[in-house]
């Protein structure tokens, strides 16, 4: 999507360690004009695919997944992050990895929220090694609820999440495919 | 705000301790619907006071905020709620005290994203005793910005923050002013 990429050069920093920081119009700062455009492309993309429901995870994932829905004209559910868990046995529950933070933390759903009925529409920010990704599908799973497509922002393409999950049959459509970062530029597929 | 008021009568519930579930459509699963008929309603009743930025705090306040900054023409930012700080002069910290959780937490705005040209749109979801509000002004102050107006969601009169905020001179503009529960229904003002 030629929007984010065009954004994402000019005003994406390269850091060392392969990170892309993109918080001055993206995941702190948020250009909601930019938001709405991504939105209708994700709606666009999947308009046929009879969803339901979009699904995203706390917290950057919220404004483009309220977007998404907005233009599908269905609910938006952002799953939760928690830290300790009380039982309970009214909720979703699964479990994220995360590399960066070299620590598991737990996402759930309201059951409520979520059943077989569902054709679901899982969006998010960023997609890498996928683990956030796994859990949201398992929380779909958990559910019976049909993962009917996946919209990412931003696919680092060489950290093999999205690759993993076209493996596993799902439709995966990413707005920005990251190939490679050369010298503090971004390279995309 | 009508539809807003009626949403939450059709669809809240009040469970035992003063607490009022929206989660059907507010906080957990939410209607992008009626989020973008709150931040209509935010843009028209701040259209004049020329807002160059709206201010929240993740993560249920996003929504409203991303509509609201939409209408007005303007970035979102959100502070981000931190557990432990490392020691960083690129940002502003305030502390927030919740009486829910009895806990202080820290909430941070990079510096790049707040300063003293900006005239800034507090939005957040709730209103109850005022600290998340207080922690959010604080960091306007810091920034120099000026504060040109707060809006919220769901003021609950009773806790005293909105009145609070008042007192000290900002213009705060309530969409639902819940004044009591009474017998498991809500009290509007």
New interface residues.
């Given amino acids: 999507m030629r929007a984010l990429e065009e954004r994402i050069q000019e005003k994406g920093r390269v850091l060392d360690g392969n990170i892309l920081k993109v ?3 993206f995941n ?6 930019l ?2 455009l991504m939105g209708k492309d994700f709606a666009e993309h999947f308009r046929e695919k009879g969803i339901t429901k979009v699904l995203t995870l ?2 950057s994932g ?2 483009m997944a ?2 998404a ?2 233009e599908l ?1 269905v ?4 799953a ?1 992050k928690i830290k300790s868990l009380t039982l309970n046995d009214q909720v979703f529950v699964s479990q994220v990895y995360s590399y960066t933070k070299e620590t598991t933390y737990e996402i759930r ?2 059951k ?2 979520l059943n077989d009925q569902d054709r679901v529409l899982i969006i998010d920010d960023f997609l890498a090694n996928g683990e956030a990704l796994k859990g949201l599908i398992d929380l779909c799973d958990q559910a019976k609820a049909q993962v009917a497509g996946i919209g990412i922002g931003i696919e680092k393409v060489f950290q093999g999440g999205g690759d993993k999950a076209r493996q596993a049959g799902y439709e995966v459509y990413s707005q920005a495919r990251i190939k490679a970062f050369e010298e503090g530029k971004v390279i995309f597929e």
């Fill in positions: 918080d001055s119009f702190h700062q948020v250009d909601p004009e938001m709405m706390e917290v919220i404004a309220l977007t829905a907005l004209g609910p938006m559910v952002f939760k759903v309201d409520r929220f």
